[in-house]
């Protein structure tokens, strides 16, 4: 598991001290400014954020609408949150500030411990040729100068009551998202797949849970859902073709080769890269791997337990081979 990639190391990393410098900058300068005036640097920020937001949408939709942009994901909550933070004064002021401030400093934190896990080194190569791609870098960036101007700027003050408002608003949010994920089949803050061993191990735990107390006999894992399923009538015994990780609930180990085809017109080799990989999805790895970039998604099961995943990207094709270890 590498935590930060060359690519984040070369970009992240500088960013995120300007970002700093310029936080720390502006949080001097406007010291003695009333909030009013010390909001206007993320009210801006906020438009952008819109902005970058329903261009996504718009393309999307352009392209015929993928469900894995509908804005529920962990950080897409910043499209729903921000506005109400930047320009709302009324009565729950004070629980949108706290719930603002808890999403900006767990993003933060993520994006300063496990960059990678937020977007993959693909993005950051991408940034100038996919929209997708320069979104997804672009939003995520901005986020963490959001939360270091809501520091320096001093625009949050802690509360007795804030871990019940944060601990309520996750809480909603993770039933909302959870439903989403299971009823489209779109993986949305991992709920439908987890490629982190432990997390996905207790989704897996959770979800069967919620399947026994739902009144099912018995909790299998379903290849087709790519998800753990609920099995109301035949016992476990009774699903053929399952692996024995599979049946144990965990996660399937594969080795996965990486074909891209040479962009040269006269050079005709493939880039070729190995890598070793924990999922139960495959295709959904493929999804997530190659995220915020447009993609056609498609596998093939071959013998063996062989998965082959083709992905098209603007014409491009890279094949991905699983192969169980």
């Not at 320069?134 to 007795?160: G, Q």
Request: hydrophobic residues 45%; contains cysteine.
């Amino acid at each position: 598991m590498i935590l930060w990639t060359h690519e984040h190391i070369i970009t992240l990393l500088p960013a995120m001290i300007l970002m700093a410098g310029f936080s720390a900058l502006l949080g001097w300068l406007l010291r003695n400014s009333t909030r009013q005036v010390r909001m206007i640097p993320v009210q801006i920020i906020t438009v952008l954020l819109l902005l970058l937001e329903g261009w996504k949408q718009a393309l999307s939709f352009q392209r015929g609408y993928d469900l894995y942009h509908i804005p529920l994901h962990f950080c897409s909550l910043f499209i729903f949150v921000m506005p109400v933070f930047s320009f709302y004064r009324g009565k729950y002021r004070a629980a949108v500030e706290t719930i603002t401030a808890a999403l900006c400093t767990s993003v933060f934190v993520l994006m300063a411990i496990y960059p990678a896990l937020i977007y993959s080194d693909y993005n950051v190569r991408e940034f100038f040729r996919d929209f997708f791609s320069f979104h997804t870098v672009v939003f995520h960036n901005l986020v963490v100068l959001l939360c270091m101007l809501i520091l320096c700027l001093d625009l949050y003050e802690p509360r007795r009551q804030d871990r019940r408002v944060v601990s309520l608003f996750i809480v909603i949010y993770g039933v909302v998202a959870a439903t989403a994920a299971q009823l489209l089949k779109t993986n949305f803050n991992n709920f439908y797949s987890c490629n982190i061993p432990p997390l996905e191990s207790l989704r897996l735990l959770v979800q069967g849970g919620i399947g026994l107390l739902a009144g099912a006999d018995h909790v299998y894992f379903d290849r087709d859902r790519h998800g753990c399923g609920l099995c109301f009538a035949e016992p476990l015994a009774c699903r053929p073709g399952l692996s024995a990780a599979e049946e144990g609930g965990g996660i399937m180990e594969y080795e996965m080769v990486r074909e891209i085809k040479n962009l040269c017109p006269n050079n005709q080799m493939r880039d070729i890269f190995f890598e070793e990989v924990e999922t139960n999805d495959p295709v959904d790895y493929v999804r997530r791997y190659l995220k915020g970039k447009a993609v056609e998604v498609s596998g093939e099961p071959g013998p063996g337990g062989v998965v082959t995943v083709y992905a098209n990207c603007d014409g491009l094709i890279q094949k991905f081979i699983f192969t169980p270890i």
